[in-house]
């Protein structure tokens, strides 16, 4: 099983930026799917998540309006689309894919990404 995010960079304030994860190995469609960002000497926290079915996402209270988590037709690639970002955002962003357990809790993933940085300059 593979997760390989794509799309980290630079970004201004204000700006835009859209993550991929693709999957490989594994039906994303039998995974609940989430992202993941941990900043310098911060924890990871959780920002968005999608159901198995994609019917229903979540979103940290700290990201609300901003990011959109989304699963592409063929349920190969996973998307994390942020905008209005701030220098908060700055951070490694990871996805990650698990079976069973809650949605907000990193020790629920089976399966993770190898991380992607992005770093938000004000």
């Known amino acids: 099983v593979q997760l390989v995010e794509s799309g980290g960079g630079l970004a201004q304030a204000g700006g835009s930026l859209i993550f991929s994860c693709a999957a490989s190995?594994?039906?994303?469609?039998?995974?609940?799917m989430a992202w993941f960002r941990q900043a310098p000497g911060k924890e990871r926290e959780s920002v968005a998540a999608?159901?198995?079915?994609?019917?229903?996402?979540y979103n940290a209270d700290s990201v609300k309006g901003r990011f959109t988590i989304t699963r592409d037709k063929a349920r190969t690639t996973l998307y994390l689309r942020m905008n209005s970002l701030k220098p908060e955002d700055t951070a490694v962003y990871s996805c990650?894919?698990?079976?069973?357990?809650?949605?907000?809790?990193?020790?629920?993933?089976?399966?993770w990404g190898q991380g992607t940085q992005v770093t938000v300059s004000s």
């Open positions: 999608i159901s198995a079915s994609g019917g229903s996402t």
């Open positions: 990650a894919a698990r079976l069973t357990g809650s949605t907000w809790d990193d020790l629920s993933y089976d399966y």
């Open positions: 190995g594994l039906t994303i469609s039998s995974y609940a």
